[in-house]
Nanobody, 127 residues
């Protein structure tokens, strides 16, 4: 079983920055795909970024490439997402999710099939 707890959301003006954190419990952290997803009101959930905790390889959606950076601190079982140059269209509830990397051949993309999800943290970007 894996528990995920997000933090770091908030309100910021366009062009600003936020850093989200996702703390993962469980002994298998080193072999997981861990991703960030977002969902705005009335829109479908969108995968934003993912990282393979065992090797650090990353994946980004085109909408955030060059602005968002996913990283990890293995000692803390925590994944971060640094969000820069935020836009109003980045406003959404952001969720951390995870699954076993073996399921995806150790190539971690964002997938709505991830088995473990956090409760979410709200990000609001005003113009």
């Amino acid at each position: 079983q894996v528990q995920l707890v997000e933090s770091g959301g908030g309100s910021v003006q366009a062009g600003g920055s936020l850093r989200l954190s996702c703390a993962a419990s469980g002994s298998a952290y080193a072999n997981m795909c861990l991703g960030w997803f977002r969902q705005a009101p009335g829109k479908e959930r969108e995968g934003v970024a993912a990282i393979y905790t065992g090797g650090g390889s990353t994946y980004y959606a085109d909408s955030v490439k060059g602005r968002f950076t996913i990283s990890q601190d293995n000692a803390k079982n925590t994944v971060y997402m640094q969000m820069n140059s935020l836009k109003p269209e980045d406003t959404a509830m952001y969720y951390c999710a995870a699954d076993w990397a073996e399921t995806y051949g150790y190539v971690c993309h964002v997938s709505n099939d991830y088995n473990y999800w956090g409760q979410g943290t709200q990000v609001t970007v005003s113009s």
